[in-house]
């Protein structure tokens, strides 16, 4: 019993390796289009500690001060397919991330400034077209990860992924029932965002080479 228990832990955990290195491996050319710079300041602004400081510095309060978070990750951070490997506060030093990369990162901002703050998604949101690294994205269907604030018995939406959007207005139109993202939950998505953030990637590099040609 005790050597068949040794036997599946041994199994397992070479199971894990195998499967961190293919997905690495399949990462591979993504990594290698970031840009050379591994960090990007904004107004003197690289970490989030020090967006948490400047944020405590501004004399903001109440949704004055989430809305001012909010814009901070949005213009710190491009959205980008390419560094799902990044912790949240490490794509927040590069200034490149995905939705949960980029609602994380606002996530830890807004709790080390005191405000209750849970992560929420939803499998199905519909968002408009935008431009994405080198090429342009036309409008899809995802699934997203956000966030909602609670201040004085009041819960509003809060998503750092557009410049437009401030605490209770949101970019996109959720098409599914929204959840709370537990720690599980948001592994596991982050695995699946990293492998679909591949293929769309790849699929629209592919779409623009082919309408280069077209138009060569």
């Not at 959205?79 to 030093?93: H, I, Q």
Request: aromatic share 8%; glycine share 8%.
């Amino acid at each position: 019993m005790v050597a068949t228990i040794k036997l599946w832990v041994i199994v397992s955990a070479l199971s894990s390796i195998l499967s961190a290195v293919l997905l690495y491996l399949y990462t591979l050319p993504g990594l290698r289009r970031l840009p050379k710079e591994r960090e990007r300041s904004l107004n003197g602004i690289t970490t989030i500690d020090d967006a948490v400081r400047d944020l405590r510095a501004s004399g903001k309060s109440g949704w004055e001060l989430v809305a001012a978070a909010q814009k901070l990750v949005n213009a710190k951070m491009v959205y980008s397919r390419r560094n799902g490997w990044d912790t949240p506060a490490r794509a927040f030093r590069r200034g490149m991330g995905y939705c949960q990369q980029q609602a994380s990162a606002l996530l830890i901002i807004l709790r080390k400034l005191g405000f209750d703050v849970q992560p929420v998604q939803a499998l199905r949101c519909q968002f408009p077209a935008k431009q994405v690294h080198e090429y342009w994205e036309p409008g899809l269907i995802s699934g997203h990860m956000w966030l909602v604030v609670t201040l004085d018995g009041v819960e509003k939406d809060v998503c750092p992924g557009h410049p437009e959007n401030e605490p209770g207005k949101v970019h996109f139109t959720r098409l599914a029932r929204r959840t709370n993202y537990g720690p599980l939950w948001q592994i596991l998505g982050h695995i699946g965002s990293m492998i679909v953030n591949v293929q769309r990637d790849n699929a629209a590099l592919k779409r623009q080479t082919a309408a280069g040609s077209q138009g060569g």
